[in-house]
């Protein structure tokens, strides 16, 4: 038996139960994993409070590192005492161990540390496909990037400075501003404070940028949109406000034929040859100090329900885990 949450019903942090349950062992094409550390990102919470459904009742998480324990039938590319991480579903990495799908364990190499993987995977693969493969950035480009303190964001400013992108990423306080331009944010927009549609057009000498990535959904959508130069991209790739509400494609038309799309990691990671060139790119970037993992927040695991609500607060910053 081992200690892992679990969920019965949707709804606030209090939904989620420390349990016991057991872990068997792993069939064909599964692995057993013990994790030594557990990511927490706001996907966990679009499955808590119904978002994103799942079969109920079920476990919560999809990222975490550790150490395989034992091997199904038909598992070749990874054996026991391999040092792994993962960031995809099913739900589930919010336990001490668990039986999973061995397809899209990534491997670690020895000069990443358990916590760092479990803060980075999810979050370094989101950045990677963002800037690499929905909208490549070549360098050069002005971009808008909301929540430039959080995980993906504090990421994000470090890979757009690598790349000699000037990166407009909008925070909700001065700590988090500090944050942002401590990571190579060009510049800061408190969003609180300032408004920051005006804010991108006075940057941008009034041309707005070609790409805007928003992860914030109902609440800056509209204003996203009203940022973006004519033949721009939107990618709306979270929703921490908010699912955004239907809206007319006109929208898009009267803005200068704007282009949107709504990308999730799994689309990107599902193959094989994808993950491992993703996750080769990540960890050259953090190897070679390009980007440094800030982890400004460590929980146990059995309190769980505090960090969701600090999350869900806002008052983290950087990457957050969880330890079992």
């Not at 940022?227 to 929703?239: I, K, Q, R």
């Amino acid at each position: 038996m081992v200690k892992a949450i679990r969920i019965s019903k949707t709804g606030g942090p209090e939904v989620m139960d420390y349990v016991d349950v057991e872990v068997g062992d792993p069939g064909p094409g599964e692995v057993r994993i013990r994790h030594a550390a557990c990511g927490l990102n706001f996907i966990d919470v679009y499955f808590r409070t119904g978002l994103y459904p799942q079969p109920l009742p079920g476990g919560l998480g999809q990222e975490a590192a550790g150490v395989i324990e034992a091997v199904g039938e038909g598992v070749t590319h990874v054996k026991v005492g391999d040092r792994v991480s993962y960031a995809t579903r099913p739900n589930g990495a919010y336990s001490e161990a668990r039986v999973m799908p061995a397809a899209f364990l990534i491997t670690l190499p020895d000069s990443i540390s358990f916590d760092t993987a479990a803060a980075m995977t999810l979050q370094g693969l989101t950045a990677q496909y963002l800037f690499r493969r929905t909208f490549p950035l070549r360098g050069g480009e002005t971009i808008l990037f909301h929540a430039a303190a959080g995980g993906v964001g504090l990421i994000a400013s470090q890979w757009a400075r690598a790349l000699g992108v000037t990166m407009i990423g909008t925070v909700s306080s001065a700590e988090k501003a500090a944050l942002a331009t401590a990571a190579g944010c060009t510049h800061v927009i408190n969003y609180k404070t300032e408004n920051f549609v005006e804010r991108v057009r006075e940057i941008t000498g009034g041309k707005g940028v070609p790409v805007v990535y928003d992860s914030i959904g109902k609440d800056t959508f509209i204003g996203s949109l009203d940022c973006l130069a004519p033949l721009g991209t939107m990618v709306s790739f979270g929703n921490a406000s908010g699912a955004v509400p239907p809206f007319s494609l006109n929208e898009l038309a009267s803005r200068g034929s704007l282009t949107i799309t709504r990308p999730s990691l799994p689309s990107y990671i599902s193959t094989r040859a994808d993950l491992d060139a993703a996750a080769a790119d990540l960890f050259q970037m953090v190897d070679s100090k390009k980007i440094t993992i800030e982890i400004n927040q460590r929980y146990a695991l059995k309190d769980v329900g505090q960090a969701h609500a600090d999350l869900e607060a806002r008052k983290t910053t950087g990457s957050t885990v969880l330890i079992p």
